[in-house]
């Protein structure tokens, strides 16, 4: 009997042992199935499961590979949320920290942090309006990383600030995406809000002048900030808000002029592509970065070494929220009160980084995957590359006059018809004009709802004769539209104004002789105006406007004490260029790069940079990327100061001419908002336009469709362009001649080689 019992016992037991076993493997099973197996130690929670996929595991000192395509394998160090890209033909290496090995020693705690974090958060406290940065080195912090096919999803916490976010980092072929998904974002402790977040600030970084290489920045065309020594002479680096300053959230620093009417500074030009990149040009290993989601807030930075700390590195940094000066009265001297936005981003933060390789590993690689990417993603359009000379023309100003202003007629309809028959007197054909201040009531008689042409430039039935008749000659008349501003003066705004975060209209001072004050309009009320502007236009068969104002304003407002984004702003300005597009061809006025889809060409692009101190280089990188697939235009070349180096930049970029005149002395200007304008009549540039349009427009013909393939500063200074089609042009911009390739070219000149 009790053998029995000890034989019941004994298979008890393994029956019990095998349950366990199988209890075991399952659990593993599970485990790695769903590649989460975890070991907690300190601060961080480390899941070291792989895919079963990748079988043995590769690690570099403390980084374990965790994605690779055909070029490029992905490493990943958790504690410091830190990867690591390395091309496996070359063997050349990305870092996005800091490594201890590189650390200089020379920095505070929290630089070194941000040095050494892959992730660094900017917070801010609603009582106090107090700062701080935390990162992955001085904040206690918890990290769990699952590992996809393509790389890591790392879910982020910092427990004392009760803030935690997810980032998904993702190698596909030869791009790495970094994305912080909107809902992963968690704001947990009352009062404590996330103020930035900048993923991998030191992304392909470099310290003082030990690699050769540069950092882009989309500041103008173009502009590089090369990676030597900068020896300490600067103290910051480039900082631009993608798309512009926000004035619904920032006070406006008044333009510094001379006698209240002429600037003395000229402003920053703005960023319109959301894009920075980073060359090591001895290792031939580069990226661009893109910045796909959260572009409405968010800043491109580029830091040369010297600038704080002795390390190159450009980054974006997004805006989730911002402060704004609250006023405390009605009062227009009110105090105000620092106040931090009530809601923050509602957006994906996404950067792509497009890398490049061996030839590649430049600017030049840069622009041709940038032109491709806006391509295959429907951003762009390929566009009419016909040549033209664009010579605009101004309609009517007006001047004040006892109690109210008078009509100032500077180029009528018939005039107009009359400067066409003289450029085509001079072999100018296929001119390409904007008409400012066609409309009644004059150039700012603003907002224009509908198309009804001034009495002093012929009334409405004339403008559409002309139109008419000209584009039969190959002329082509766009009607100008400042889609966004109002001019109060001279029509009712009381319900239609742009408010503010603070809740105060703004206000566009313009220090002008008749008015002074230019207001904002509503997003969706602009959207209106244009769709009424636009089916009153088309009604007369005219279907051609020149938008300005809606294509590179972005900006936060509130309405009826509702909160109105940058987000929302875009998204209505979208729909309104998208809705007139439909029936009109557009032009569009230095556009920000969402609503370059629409554009038939644009106008006024900048062919130089803000020339800060710390750039060592322009580039025409904007307009390498568009020639061959949409028309630029120039600014106008009447308010050159130096005409040959403009013209000379047009060639080298592919950019076309444009001109701004008038039929009448611009004298009779002087007490208009114009009277800054002071070189204009038609007789005085007759003959420049037509040399620019005989040289430029031959350009033109022998490069055809191509885009360029090819940009380089050769050893002795010359440019060389390069087209798709072979075409060679080369440029000089010395006082003396110069020889390359056997071509010589003369001193401030060009020359197109075989």
């Not at 004040?400 to 018939?414: D, H, I, K, N, R």
């Not at 109060?488 to 008749?514: D, L």
């Amino acid at each position: 009997m009790a053998t029995k019992k000890r034989k019941k016992v004994i298979w008890l037991a393994v029956i019990l042992a095998v349950v366990l076993v199988a209890a075991v493997i399952a659990t593993v099973l599970i485990v790695l199935g769903s590649r989460q197996d975890k070991i907690v130690s300190g601060n961080h929670v480390h899941q070291s499961a792989l895919p079963v996929t990748r079988g043995k595991v590769e690690a570099k000192d403390d980084y374990v590979l965790v994605a690779e395509s055909d070029s490029y394998k992905l490493y990943y160090w958790e504690p410091r949320f830190s990867i690591r890209l390395e091309n496996k033909e070359t063997g050349a290496v990305l870092e996005s920290t800091v490594s201890d090995e590189k650390d200089d020693g020379k920095n505070n705690e929290d630089w070194t942090g941000t040095m050494k974090s892959g992730i660094a958060i900017g917070t801010i406290e609603k009582a106090t309006k107090s700062s701080d940065k935390i990162d992955m080195l001085n904040a206690k912090n918890t990290i769990e990383t699952y590992y996809t096919d393509s790389g890591i999803y790392a879910k982020i916490a910092f427990p004392d600030y009760g803030i935690s976010v997810g980032v998904e980092v993702s190698l596909q072929g030869d791009q790495l995406v970094v994305r912080v998904p909107e809902e992963s974002i968690k704001e947990e402790k009352e009062g404590t809000y996330i103020y930035t977040i900048s993923p991998f600030q030191f992304m392909g970084y470099t310290y003082l002048g030990e690699e050769n290489g540069y950092m882009l920045i989309p500041d103008g065309n173009g502009a590089l900030i090369n990676l030597n020594d900068k020896e300490g002479r600067y103290a910051s680096g480039f900082a631009g808000l993608i798309y512009g300053t926000d004035v619904g959230l920032t006070d406006i620093v008044k333009t510094s002029t001379l006698w209240e009417r002429y600037e003395t500074v000229t402003s920053a030009n703005p960023v319109l592509a959301p894009i920075f990149g980073m060359a090591h040009t001895d290792d031939q290993i580069a990226y661009l970065g893109i910045v796909e989601s959260g572009d409405q807030r968010a800043t491109i930075e580029a830091h040369p070494n010297g600038a704080r700390i002795d390390y190159n590195r450009c980054f974006v940094r997004f805006l989730l929220r911002d402060v704004y000066n609250q006023p405390l009265s009605n009062s227009s001297t009110a105090n105000t009160a620092l106040t931090v936005e009530a809601d923050r981003l509602h957006s994906d933060l996404t950067v792509r980084y497009c890398l490049l390789s061996g030839e590649d590993a430049n600017y030049m690689g840069m622009a041709k995957t940038y032109r491709q990417y806006l391509l295959d993603t429907g951003k762009i359009e390929r566009r009419n590359l016909s040549y033209n000379t664009r010579v605009d023309v101004l309609g009517v100003e007006r001047e004040e006059f006892l109690m109210g202003t008078t009509s100032v007629p500077m180029t009528s309809a018939q005039q107009l018809e009359e400067i066409y028959a003289e450029l085509r007197r001079e072999g100018v054909a296929n001119v390409l004009t904007v008409y400012r201040g066609w409309q009644k009531g004059g150039l700012y008689d603003l907002p224009i709802t509908k198309y009804k042409a001034d009495g002093d430039i012929g009334g409405t039935n004339a403008l559409t004769r002309v139109i008419l008749d000209e584009a039969e000659q190959g002329n082509t008349i766009y009607l100008y539209n400042d889609a966004l501003q109002v001019n109060a003066t001279t029509n009712s705004s009381t319900y239609s104004v742009m408010k503010k975060v603070n809740k105060r209209t703004f206000e566009n001072e313009v220090n002008g002789q008749v008015y002074d004050t230019f207001y904002y309009l509503m997003p969706g009320r602009a959207g209106e105006n244009l769709a009424r502007l636009a089916a009153s236009a088309a009604g007369k068969n005219v279907k051609n406007l020149a938008l300005d104002g809606i294509t590179g304003q972005l900006f936060s407002y509130s309405y009826k004490g509702n909160y109105y984004s940058r987000t929302d702003t875009m998204d209505m300005f979208i729909d309104a260029v998208d809705t007139v597009d439909e029936d009109m061809n557009l032009l569009l006025e230095t556009p920000n790069q969402y609503l370059w889809k629409y554009a038939d060409a644009m106008l006024d692009m900048p062919l130089g940079s803000s020339d800060y101190l710390y750039i060592d280089q322009e580039i025409p990188f904007l307009s390498i990327v568009l020639k061959g697939i949409v028309p630029t235009y120039s600014g106008f070349v009447n308010f050159e100061a130096n005409k040959t180096e403009n013209f000379l930049k047009m060639v080298e970029a592919g950019m076309y001419p444009s001109f701004y005149v008038t039929a009448e002395d611009s004298s009779k200007l002087i007490y208009t908002n114009s009277s800054n304008l002071y070189s204009l009549e038609f007789d005085s540039y007759r003959d420049t336009i037509a040399q620019y349009d005989r040289e430029l427009r031959a350009l033109a013909e022998m490069v055809g469709t191509s885009v360029i393939t090819g940009h380089e500063i050769l050893p002795n200074g010359l440019v060389r362009v390069t087209y798709e089609n072979g075409v060679k042009i080369y440029v000089n911009y010395a006082e003396r001649s110069l020889t390359y390739d056997g071509v010589t070219v003369d001193a401030l000149s060009y020359k197109v080689g075989e």
